[in-house]
């Protein structure tokens, strides 16, 4: 069963931290599996630091959540370093014809001097080959994928590290599966400072209606001193842009500014909002967090 509609603004609850292996575990994304006795379960994937600075993909399974473990997989996770797992749903098509439904996004970036990040699919979370996802490559790298897979054809979003004559940026594009242009995203802030970062960690509801993101944010409406990252939603048109005349709301207000609030998204029924945070003050340690809808 599915919550209210997105008529009124989002308000969730107090976060509860969910408890998992790894070091600043980030990337938060669930999905619904079949379980014992024909019970659903949920599946949670995240990335963590497992005794390097590189990033591994982890999953674990709920609820309660179990403690998590890193996904067991050469192909997932290498000798780089992986981030922005995103499990489609076990019936959703993938996007690389011959594999099977439920496939695994996820961005690697590649080892050696002037390595770019790419964005790869998988055959499956603990997968036997995966292949890099060409169709989304640009000019600088992409990664942090986002898939409206309740639409056909799937939209894209993701981030794009775009490189011309006077540098390199990052920004948020999207793109139809069938199309060969991007469109880059201009999301406006509550006090109107624009959506800017390396990487803005995008997710989508499945009809591709709502964007969550996270970007960098200050309280006091100093675009150029922004440094806390901050989580938002903004709801989007047909074409995959931000609705005219429409600011991006902040998921969890009424936290502290220095709080760090990260990499969004929520559960298949919409009725729970999973992120990253340093809350606890006692420690600031990064930690998964969920949060029930209101």
Request: net charge negative; charged share 20%.
């Amino acid at each position: 069963m599915r919550c209210a509609g997105r008529g009124r603004a989002l308000s969730f609850g107090t976060p509860t931290a969910i408890e998992v292996e790894g070091t600043a575990p980030a990337f938060p994304r669930v999905r619904e599996e079949p379980g014992d006795e024909g019970e659903a379960t949920q599946r949670l994937v995240y990335v963590a630091a497992f005794g390097s600075d590189d990033t591994q993909i982890a999953t674990a399974t709920g609820r309660p959540w179990t403690a998590g473990e890193v996904v067991a997989s050469a192909s997932v996770n290498s000798t780089d370093s992986e981030s922005g797992p995103l499990l489609l749903p076990v019936d959703a098509l993938s996007p690389r014809d011959g594999l099977p439904r439920g496939s695994l996004l996820f961005d690697r970036l590649l080892a050696g001097p002037g390595s770019l990040p790419s964005l790869f699919v998988a055959d499956a979370l603990e997968a036997t080959h995966a292949d890099a996802f060409d169709a989304l490559y640009l000019d600088g790298g992409s990664y942090s994928v986002a898939v409206a897979h309740g639409v056909r054809p799937y939209r894209y979003w993701f981030m794009n590290k775009h490189q011309d004559a006077s540098g390199t940026t990052s920004r948020l594009v999207t793109k139809l599966a069938e199309a060969s242009e991007v469109q880059v995203l201009d999301i406006v802030l509550p006090g109107d400072c624009p959506a800017k970062g390396d990487d803005l960690a995008p997710w989508v509801t499945p009809d591709g209606g709502v964007l969550f993101f996270q970007a960098p944010y200050s309280a006091r409406g100093d675009c150029a001193q922004a440094s806390v990252l901050r989580s938002f939603y903004v709801e989007l048109g047909a074409d995959g842009l931000p609705v005219e005349g429409q600011k991006a709301r902040m998921l969890l207000s009424g936290l502290k500014p220095e709080i760090a609030v990260m990499t969004p998204s929520l559960s298949p029924d919409e009725c729970t909002l999973y992120l990253a945070s340093d809350l606890n003050l006692a420690d600031r340690r990064q930690r998964l967090y969920s949060a029930t809808r209101r």
